[in-house]
């Protein structure tokens, strides 16, 4: 394992930049490793593909790794991201993004990329609330739960960003807590395997922000509180029908995988089509 | 590693040199004629018929023309797409100019190549979205926030939209910076004869390539006022790219003064710097005149018009026309009001342009607007009575 993480280090690592700035517990971390295992486990190219990203404590991954990265403005990446992959499909697009960034200020971005379904992987770190500010609420943080911008408790509901993407129409979609490091790599595998909008939610905790105001001030609190609060999508069909529509729990694993057309292939077809209908029709 | 356009394709696609064409379709003949591959756009009043015109034209040349969900994103898509190698592009106007700046702060700070259409219409807010205006001339030059430099031009015909079109993509590429072309739904709506340049008339300026081999490449690394080499992505030279601070290797350096100030002052300087080079204008001046009118876009007919009839009348008038406004060009402006006592600057907004003229010229002639808004372009004789009488002060 461990000869296993230096080796991934040494080939991925951009050097430059360590140490990091993430804090004491962060999940941030384990993300950047769950992701450059599952592209090593692809044999993904380097030299072909770009990490996007928009802005906030998990925008800050691609700075982070010896690739192509494009830290974009607060909301955009994916954005960008669809110019990148549509300008120059041979490149594997890989966009970081965070709750805050993605569901809140980029919202609607997300939604509509997941309609278009360019192919691209959309890996979204959630820790329920915007931590590079300082921890204020956010799209995700749950009802009624403490921030520095709802001190006497949030009055609103959060997105479940799964459904979100579900019904928006991505072709793949799974969610994970830090506590299932290899279920993640392979599930970002498999967005990134996905022809189309690969989307991986990842829960990972914030102790310093989000945990602070809510009794999770450390990983191991934050970690509990994963296994006590989700339940895999196996575990809950094996539920009774009554249990199953009383569970409130946050339903972690694949949650949703269909083969659907994607947009660069429309595109190229539509191309094919219109030089076909342009050359000059064969005398016989 | 030279770009070339495929003439004879292009051509094929947009048909015969000389047409009889509206401005916002001539602004896309321009791009697609200065190598644009790659649009994103949303659709607007009165810029709508750029991206209609591009979704017809670049699907044929084999490029991807995207209708995105917003004018922030269509921007944003337009960077991915340079960065990638694309000489891309978008088109709006003024509600949609104010939410792209935020991209284009972006694309001055991580020196994106990449050209703007914004055909101007009457505001503020939604405004009179079928009205020709000129309101967007300040917030084109200071519209997003923190210091920067920007290239703006602005076509008074529909020939110069195709030619300024152009222009602008090879400025983008040779700055590495946004370019604007400010064009208006007068020019954008009207049509007018064009001629599209011969084969040879045509040139493509390409980002300078890196030099060094990935490893040795420090992607923002530039003389002081000069631009970097540019490796677009998937070229094997992990460029990383952010709109924070950087240092050379465009690794963050957010609390580094020494840093910011030279990124900063690189990156105005760039343009700032190349003035003289970047200044386009058009003089029409004869010995004795008093009085001058300093033009730009559609005004600058108007203003063409007044000449007429005050020449006719027998009247002294000189007149300069700004095609290109941003940099300001200062001396060329100087130059023209030297020896002359006042200065009229007509424009469809209530004084915009008119302040950096009276910037540049330092108190050396008094500076006039002729305003007007609500839609009509300006009546020559309104500038022939600025004049005789006056125009509004500045």
Same mark, same amino acid.
């Given at each position: 394992m461990f000869n296993q993480a230096r080796k991934i280090r040494d080939k991925?690592?951009?050097?430059?930049?360590?140490?990091?700035?993430f804090c004491t517990g962060c999940g941030i971390g384990n993300v950047l490793n769950y992701t450059l295992r599952a592209i090593d486990s692809i044999g993904l190219d380097i030299d072909r593909t770009v990490f996007c990203s928009g802005i906030g404590c998990s925008s800050?991954?691609?700075?982070?790794?010896e690739a192509d990265g494009l830290h974009t403005t607060h909301g955009r990446a994916i954005a960008f991201a669809t110019g990148v992959k549509v300008y120059k499909p041979e490149l594997s697009v890989i966009v970081f993004t965070g709750d805050g960034d993605m569901a809140g200020i980029g919202g609607n971005h997300f939604i509509h990329a997941a309609r278009r379904n360019v192919d691209m992987t959309v890996i979204c770190i959630n820790n329920?609330?915007?931590?590079? &500010?300082?921890?204020q609420v956010s799209p &995700? &943080?749950?009802?009624?739960d403490l921030s520095t911008t709802t001190p006497?408790?949030?009055l609103e509901e959060p997105f479940d960003l799964c459904r979100l993407a579900i019904g928006a129409g991505a072709p793949f979609v799974a969610r994970w807590t830090m506590g299932f490091p290899y279920e993640t790599i392979t599930a970002i595998e498999s967005a990134i395997r996905t022809k189309g909008f690969g989307f991986v939610e990842i829960l990972a905790p914030c102790p310093t922000g989000y945990g602070k105001a809510n009794e999770l001030r450390d990983a191991p609190a934050n970690w509990d509180w994963y296994k006590e609060n989700t339940i895999t999508r196996i575990d809950l069909a094996q539920l009774s029908p009554d249990e199953r529509s009383a569970n409130r729990k946050i339903v972690i694993g694949t949650l949703w995988k269909e083969e659907k057309p994607e947009y660069i292939e429309r595109w190229r077809q539509l191309v094919g089509r219109l030089q076909a209908d342009s050359e000059p029709a064969k005398s016989s | 590693m030279a770009r070339e356009l495929d003439y004879r394709r292009v051509m094929e696609v947009l048909g015969s040199r000389e047409q009889f064409a509206q401005g916002d379709v001539a602004c896309a003949y321009g791009a697609i004629l200065g190598g644009c591959d790659f649009f994103a756009g949303y659709p607007i009043t009165p810029a709508t018929e750029v991206a209609e015109t591009m979704a017809v034209l670049l699907p044929r040349l084999g490029c991807a023309v995207m209708q995105m969900e917003d004018e922030i994103a269509s921007l944003s898509a337009v960077i991915g797409a340079a960065w990638a190698g694309s000489r891309a592009f978008t088109a709006t106007s003024g509600p949609g100019f104010s939410l792209m700046q935020e991209g284009i702060g972006y694309a001055c700070m991580t020196e994106t190549p990449c050209v703007i259409i914004n055909v101007q219409r009457s505001?503020?807010?939604?405004?009179?979205?079928?009205e020709p205006a000129q309101g967007d001339m300040l917030q084109a030059r200071?519209?997003?926030?923190?210091d920067h430099e920007i290239i703006a031009l602005a076509p008074a015909s529909v020939q110069e939209c195709v030619d300024l079109t152009r222009l602008a993509f090879n400025l983008a590429e040779e700055y590495r910076n946004p370019v604007l072309v400010m064009t208006d739904g007068e020019v954008g709506h009207m049509r007018e004869k064009i001629v599209l340049p011969a084969e040879d008339e045509i040139e493509l300026v390409e980002r300078c390539p890196p030099t060094n081999k990935p490893g040795a490449?420090?992607?923002?690394?530039?003389?002081? $006022?000069s631009v970097p080499e540019m490796a677009s992505f998937g070229? $094997?030279?992990?460029t990383y790219v952010t $709109?924070?601070?950087?240092?050379e290797r465009g690794l963050?350096?957010?609390?580094d003064a020494e840093q910011h100030t030279r990124l900063v002052r690189r990156l105005v300087d760039k343009i700032r710097d190349d003035t003289e080079r970047l200044t386009r204008v058009e003089v029409d001046s004869e010995e004795g005149a008093k009085v001058g009118i300093v033009s730009y876009g559609i005004s600058a007919r108007s203003a063409a018009g007044a000449v007429r009839i005050a020449r006719a009348e027998g009247r002294k008038i000189n007149h300069l026309r700004l095609i290109s406004v941003y940099p300001f060009p200062e001396r060329a402006v100087r130059d023209f009001a030297n020896g002359l006592d006042r200065i009229i600057v007509p424009e469809?907004?209530?004084?915009?342009?008119c302040h950096v003229v009276r910037e540049a010229l330092e108190g050396e002639a008094t500076v006039e607007r002729v305003s007007r808004i609500g839609g009509e372009i300006i009546p020559p004789e309104e500038i022939v009575k600025a004049l005789i009488e006056g125009g509004e002060q500045v």
């Amino acid at each position: 394992m461990f000869n296993q993480a230096r080796k991934i280090r040494d080939k991925y690592i951009r050097d430059e930049m360590w140490p990091s700035i993430f804090c004491t517990g962060c999940g941030i971390g384990n993300v950047l490793n769950y992701t450059l295992r599952a592209i090593d486990s692809i044999g993904l190219d380097i030299d072909r593909t770009v990490f996007c990203s928009g802005i906030g404590c998990s925008s800050r991954l691609p700075g982070y790794i010896e690739a192509d990265g494009l830290h974009t403005t607060h909301g955009r990446a994916i954005a960008f991201a669809t110019g990148v992959k549509v300008y120059k499909p041979e490149l594997s697009v890989i966009v970081f993004t965070g709750d805050g960034d993605m569901a809140g200020i980029g919202g609607n971005h997300f939604i509509h990329a997941a309609r278009r379904n360019v192919d691209m992987t959309v890996i979204c770190i959630n820790n329920f609330n915007y931590g590079m &500010t300082g921890g204020q609420v956010s799209p &995700t &943080t749950p009802a009624e739960d403490l921030s520095t911008t709802t001190p006497y408790g949030n009055l609103e509901e959060p997105f479940d960003l799964c459904r979100l993407a579900i019904g928006a129409g991505a072709p793949f979609v799974a969610r994970w807590t830090m506590g299932f490091p290899y279920e993640t790599i392979t599930a970002i595998e498999s967005a990134i395997r996905t022809k189309g909008f690969g989307f991986v939610e990842i829960l990972a905790p914030c102790p310093t922000g989000y945990g602070k105001a809510n009794e999770l001030r450390d990983a191991p609190a934050n970690w509990d509180w994963y296994k006590e609060n989700t339940i895999t999508r196996i575990d809950l069909a094996q539920l009774s029908p009554d249990e199953r529509s009383a569970n409130r729990k946050i339903v972690i694993g694949t949650l949703w995988k269909e083969e659907k057309p994607e947009y660069i292939e429309r595109w190229r077809q539509l191309v094919g089509r219109l030089q076909a209908d342009s050359e000059p029709a064969k005398s016989s | 590693m030279a770009r070339e356009l495929d003439y004879r394709r292009v051509m094929e696609v947009l048909g015969s040199r000389e047409q009889f064409a509206q401005g916002d379709v001539a602004c896309a003949y321009g791009a697609i004629l200065g190598g644009c591959d790659f649009f994103a756009g949303y659709p607007i009043t009165p810029a709508t018929e750029v991206a209609e015109t591009m979704a017809v034209l670049l699907p044929r040349l084999g490029c991807a023309v995207m209708q995105m969900e917003d004018e922030i994103a269509s921007l944003s898509a337009v960077i991915g797409a340079a960065w990638a190698g694309s000489r891309a592009f978008t088109a709006t106007s003024g509600p949609g100019f104010s939410l792209m700046q935020e991209g284009i702060g972006y694309a001055c700070m991580t020196e994106t190549p990449c050209v703007i259409i914004n055909v101007q219409r009457s505001g503020p807010s939604t405004g009179q979205p079928t009205e020709p205006a000129q309101g967007d001339m300040l917030q084109a030059r200071w519209g997003t926030h923190g210091d920067h430099e920007i290239i703006a031009l602005a076509p008074a015909s529909v020939q110069e939209c195709v030619d300024l079109t152009r222009l602008a993509f090879n400025l983008a590429e040779e700055y590495r910076n946004p370019v604007l072309v400010m064009t208006d739904g007068e020019v954008g709506h009207m049509r007018e004869k064009i001629v599209l340049p011969a084969e040879d008339e045509i040139e493509l300026v390409e980002r300078c390539p890196p030099t060094n081999k990935p490893g040795a490449y420090v992607p923002f690394r530039a003389a002081p $006022g000069s631009v970097p080499e540019m490796a677009s992505f998937g070229t $094997g030279f992990h460029t990383y790219v952010t $709109g924070l601070t950087h240092d050379e290797r465009g690794l963050p350096a957010t609390d580094d003064a020494e840093q910011h100030t030279r990124l900063v002052r690189r990156l105005v300087d760039k343009i700032r710097d190349d003035t003289e080079r970047l200044t386009r204008v058009e003089v029409d001046s004869e010995e004795g005149a008093k009085v001058g009118i300093v033009s730009y876009g559609i005004s600058a007919r108007s203003a063409a018009g007044a000449v007429r009839i005050a020449r006719a009348e027998g009247r002294k008038i000189n007149h300069l026309r700004l095609i290109s406004v941003y940099p300001f060009p200062e001396r060329a402006v100087r130059d023209f009001a030297n020896g002359l006592d006042r200065i009229i600057v007509p424009e469809l907004n209530l004084g915009q342009i008119c302040h950096v003229v009276r910037e540049a010229l330092e108190g050396e002639a008094t500076v006039e607007r002729v305003s007007r808004i609500g839609g009509e372009i300006i009546p020559p004789e309104e500038i022939v009575k600025a004049l005789i009488e006056g125009g509004e002060q500045v």
